[in-house]
T-cell receptor, first 115, second 119 residues
Framework: AQTVTQSQPEMSVQEAETVTLSCTYDTSESNYYLFWYKQPPSRQMILVIRQEAYKQQNATENRFSVNFQKAAKSFSLKISDSQLGDTAMYFCAFMKPGTASKLTFGTGTRLQVTL | GAGVSQSPRYKVAKRGQDVALRCDPISGHVSLFWYQQALGQGPEFLTYFQNEAQLDKSGLPSDRFFAERPEGSVSTLKIQRTQQEDSAVYLC?????????????????FGPGTRLTVL
């Protein structure tokens, strides 16, 4: 079974600054996907960024980038130029490819962006 | 529709009542997932449908939980004789296909969830 660990329950960052959210995972699979999801107070889970384990290049999406260290089973999210709208819960998640591709989530990190 | 919808958004039940939570997936999406998110936790998998077939129900916490998707579109999660520990947000997600290929990936699109409070 896979496990996902987020050790930072809460983080705070000032607007326009950079923040890094940590995530580690455990799996015996060699091929898998990793995700960061954002959940604002509206509760809608929004996909922020995705990383495929067989790709060595770190994924980037505008102000969001990841540092994927496969050997260390580490998958951190960096948010640059933080904006007030980035305030939300952030969940790291794991998924095996293929049939019934259920997501395994961490416990989340609450990010507060301040003026 | 534009996205996954769920109803009701909020449900308050007295302990022992039965509840039914509805999920309308994105039209044409083959796969449908239910997750349970307790307060302060990440979502946890409950069950998975491919069209009308329930292929995985390993996450259902007890036999009081039952899900169906009779026509391969709308799904209902039913909880019988609700208990206080059932209080949570119930999230539904759909994806276009889960073809079974080893390297396949299908993005899951989430609904806004139903917040269930059992008194």
């Amino acid at each position: 079974a896979q496990t996902v660990t987020q050790s930072q329950p809460e983080m705070s960052v000032q607007e326009a600054e950079t923040v890094t959210l940590s995530c580690t995972y455990d799996t015996s699979e060699s091929n898998y996907y990793l995700f960061w999801y954002k959940q604002p107070p509206s509760r809608q889970m929004i996909l922020v960024i995705r990383q495929e384990a067989y790709k060595q290049q770190n994924a980037t999406e505008n102000r969001f980038s990841v540092n994927f260290q496969k050997a260390a089973k580490s998958f951190s999210l960096k948010i640059s130029d933080s904006q007030l709208g980035d305030t939300a819960m952030y969940f790291c998640a794991f998924m095996k490819p293929g049939t019934a591709s259920k997501l395994t989530f961490g416990t989340g990190t609450r990010l507060q962006v301040t003026l | 529709g534009a996205g996954v919808s769920q109803s009701p958004r909020y449900k308050v039940a007295k302990r022992g009542q039965d509840v039914a939570l509805r999920c309308d997936p994105i039209s044409g999406h083959v796969s449908l997932f239910w997750y349970q998110q307790a307060l302060g936790q990440g979502p946890e998998f409950l069950t998975y449908f491919q069209n009308e077939a329930q292929l995985d129900k390993s996450g259902l916490p007890s036999d009081r939980f039952f899900a169906e998707r009779p026509e391969g579109s709308v799904s209902t999660l039913k909880i019988q004789r609700t208990q206080q520990e059932d209080s949570a947000v119930y999230l539904c997600a759909s994806s276009l296909d889960s073809s079974g290929a080893r390297s396949s990936y299908n993005e899951q699109f989430f609904g806004p969830g139903t917040r269930l409070t059992v008194l």
